[in-house]
């Protein structure tokens, strides 16, 4: 581009000459010498790149600590969650585990609108990406920590359709010398005492009898077992991180000003599609920060409104003896401020869903808790039709869709995990 | 276009829709002060927030120093806090609530999360003895 430049500019001057008048230098953008002109395409304003820093992958903060969790960083640990991440063994048909739904090879997603272990469950399996980030878990938040979590759907009929006494049973048959190695001793667990078929997990009434029968020193030797089960594999689970993506290197080059590199790293599509992101269209509303996601719960409207979403998860998170206040967490109530200030406003919260990370959204369809939408096409046409004082799209023309599609598309970039 | 949900019950609320005494995004600086007279003139309050820079998406806590409007600490009141986004109908993602009377007209409160930047506003209704009365402080995050 240099180089052309100072040829019509030498041109410009010799034509100059020969006429004998001055001739008015092109400007280097001009739009019929078909160069761009790559202040108007890169050049943001102070708060603009600012905006543009806050979501770049370098604004993300190192892995955040979790109090509640005395192994979340211990090698070991993570080894062994990884073991547990892949293992089938920790199901019902023997064929069901977390990578079953969390798939690596799709983004730790399994692209279906509803998840599939054992059976149909009745939400999306979420993307894995980031997750360590998060205050609250699932689609509702009705876990407040990240092994909380990895250990409700081992006991879900629906999903792994395991129980929490087999859990453990497998884990002193297996997995003995390696659990040891990071926890405590395993305590001696009898079949009588700890019958296998034992769980209070959602959709099994027989287990949950059984788990009513058992006496309760059993099911505390269960429960600690089946709580650093969930401790390990949120181990493994946390470094399931984003990598830079075209738009993390985007946001570097007009930083240094570097606009001609800027200019090679995503389409003019998707730069069009950036500025309506962070500017008229009003999405970082909601999808702020590195993750692009306000960690929050919101009712946007969506089709198959029957679900209470957060509205319900409230009372679930309150009383679940996994939280971050219960007596398997190790954190210090003082450190568990996300759930004692939790907002318990059922009826601000019905039919409420978080808002997901966009990091690697184009590659992950179909779309929202239940995949309503098969692909980002739709998510944008209904989010033109929604209007409230968060989501206000309809003027968005068909063009400025496909700018923002094209946008969402540089979001997307390597996901590592331990090898 | 009204919301495509109008009956949700968790839908975004609008602006229009929330009660009378609208608040009025401020004009200039002073609006934004951090120490401020309640509406029916009855107490002087003064907040500092731990940390300062007030970051967006984290847990953070105020102290708020209440005195009577001649200036003396209020060390029985009650307070409550309430926390709004005017221009989005939405409020704070947490419940903070006063944990501490530190003393000498001092209160922590704690449980503050400001979602996303913009001009937020936090309403402490201030409680003691047989008065009652209200302050709303402006913030311009970014």
Known sequence: MAAAKAVLSIWGFSLACLLGFPMPVLPASGDSTGRPDLQALHAYSEEELALLRSLSLSSLPPLPQDPTNAHADDPRARALGKLFFFDPGFSANGEVSCATCHQPATGFTDLLPLAKGIGINTRRTMPLIGVAYNAWFFWDGRRDTLWSQAIVPIENAQEHGFTRTMCAHRIFDRYRKEYEAVFDKLPAISHTHCPPHASPGVGNAAALAAWKAMQPADRDKVNLIYANFGKAIAAFVRHILPQPAPFDRYVEAVHTKDLAGADTLISREAVAGLRLFIGRAKCTNCHLGPLFTNGGFHNVGLPNASDPGRAQAIDDVLNDEFNCLGKYSDAKSEQCTELRFIDTNRQKYGGAFKTPTLRNVAERPPYMHVGQFKSLDEVLLFYRLSSSNEIEHQQLTETELQQIKAFLGTLSGPISYPR | ?142
């Open chain 2, 1 to 142: 276009m009204g919301h495509p949900c109008p009956s949700c019950p968790g839908k975004m609320t609008t602006a229009a829709e929330k009660p009378a005494d609208v608040p009025q995004k401020p004009t200039d600086a002073s609006g934004y002060a951090k120490t401020m007279t309640t509406k029916e003139g009855k107490f002087k309050v003064a907040y500092t927030s731990e940390p300062e820079a007030m970051p967006i998406g984290q847990i953070i806590s105020w102290k708020l120093k209440v005195q009577t409007a001649d200036g003396k600490p209020v060390t029985d009141a009650a307070i409550t806090v309430d926390g709004d986004m005017p221009e989005h109908g939405h409020g704070l993602p947490t419940a903070p609530r006063v944990t501490e009377n530190i003393g000498d007209g001092t209160y922590l409160v704690s449980g503050i999360k400001f979602s996303m930047p913009g001009w937020w506003i936090m309403t402490f209704t201030i409680k003691s003895g047989d008065k009652t009365d209200r302050v709303t402080f402006n913030l311009q995050l970014k």
